[in-house]
Nanobody, 115 residues
Framework: VQLQASGGGLVQAGGSLRLSCTAS????????MGWYRRVPGKGRDLVAA???????NYDDSVRGRFTISRDNAKNTVSLQMDSLKRVDTGVYYC??????????WGQGTLVTVSS
């Protein structure tokens, strides 16, 4: 599976950004798509994920501000980020997972929130 992400950038605190990611290649069997964030000195942490049936999981720090959505027919996942805070700054990675531990990662897109 190849993942192509877009939509990062620089935004002021309180602003909004939308990240999008499209999966291609062997997409059969993908059951979860989501977004992770890495900040300097830390690993990739889950921001939000959605299963094929629409179940969602959000990190507590973004719940109520970020909204994940998917288009299963187009193999896309998006992350609408509102009320952005400086702590949301990081590199965001798109993820697609299949059963049995198979996972693919996008190239990462930088989100910078300024004060």
């Amino acid at each position: 599976v190849q993942l192509q992400a877009s939509g990062g950038g620089l935004v002021q605190a309180g602003g909004s950004l939308r990240l999008s990611c499209t999966a291609s290649g062997d997409t059969f069997g993908i059951n979860v798509m989501g977004w992770y964030r890495r900040v300097p000195g830390k690993g990739r942490d889950l921001v939000a994920a959605m299963t094929n049936d629409g179940s969602t999981n959000y990190d507590d720090s973004v719940r109520g501000r970020f909204t994940i959505s998917r288009d299963n027919a187009k193999n896309t996942v998006s992350l609408q980020m509102d009320s952005l805070k400086r702590v949301d700054t990081g590199v965001y990675y798109c993820n697609a997972a299949k059963p049995y531990g198979y996972a693919s990662w996008g190239q990462g897109t930088l989100v910078t929130v300024s004060s």
